[in-house]
Structure formats: C-alpha cells, structure tokens
Nanobody, 116 residues
Framework: QVQLVESGGGLVQAGGSLRLSCVASGSIRSINLVGWYRQAPGKQRELVATITSGGRTNYADSVKGRFTTSSDNAKNTVYLQMNSLKPEDTAVYYC??????????WGKGTLVTVSS
C-alpha cells in the first residue's frame, strides 16, 4: 500500500504562488506515476499534471507555463509549484500514485483558494 499526504494549500491573491507537497510512504518503489488532480466545487475532478518515476512531466493545457511538478526522491515527495494563480484555480488539490495493474492511491487533498 501507499499513503499520500498533501500540504501547502491556502488562500492567495490572484497572481500569487503556492507550492504543494505530496509526501508518500509505504510501498514507494511500486509507484510508476504521480498525478496532481483538482476538484472545484460543483465540478468533476480533473487532471492537472503528472510526473513519472523517470521524471517525465505532463500538464493540462489550462496550467501549462504556470505550474511545474517535480520530485525529490530522497524526501519521497512530489511538488506542484503553482505560479500566476487565477481564481479559476480554486479547488481541492489531490495527489494520486499509480502503481500499475489498475491500482492507484489518493491523498485526502489540500484546499487552494485564489481570491480576485
């Protein structure tokens, strides 16, 4: 099993920045890919960014050029650096660890609120 704990959310003004962290524990070596998702009130959860165990990243069009995901293997942590935040970025942000075979684990999320 894998346990994930997100942190770093909060209230920020539009144009500001936040860095989210996702700390993994448990069967970490089984993780193939970590994804950042977000869910705004009344909306479906959407994929924001992914990073593979090899460090390859991918981003949703809505965050390209503003968000960057990275990992620190020594700390078992994946980060999501969010710059130039917009009110529409307001959501609960979750990290997801994909271990293959159709199995994945979720954290409990961290709330990001961007005021205009």
């Amino acid at each position: 099993q894998v346990q994930l704990v997100e942190s770093g959310g909060g209230l920020v003004q539009a144009g500001g920045s936040l860095r989210l962290s996702c700390v993994a524990s448990g069967s970490i070596r089984s993780i193939n890919l970590v994804g950042w998702y977000r869910q705004a009130p009344g909306k479906q959860r959407e994929l924001v960014a992914t990073i593979t165990s090899g460090g390859r990243t991918n981003y949703a069009d809505s965050v390209k050029g503003r968000f960057t995901t990275s990992s620190d293997n020594a700390k078992n942590t994946v980060y999501l650096q969010m710059n130039s935040l917009k009110p529409e970025d307001t959501a609960v942000y979750y990290c997801n660890a994909d271990i293959g075979y159709g199995m994945a684990y979720w954290g409990k999320g961290t709330l990001v609120t961007v005021s205009s």
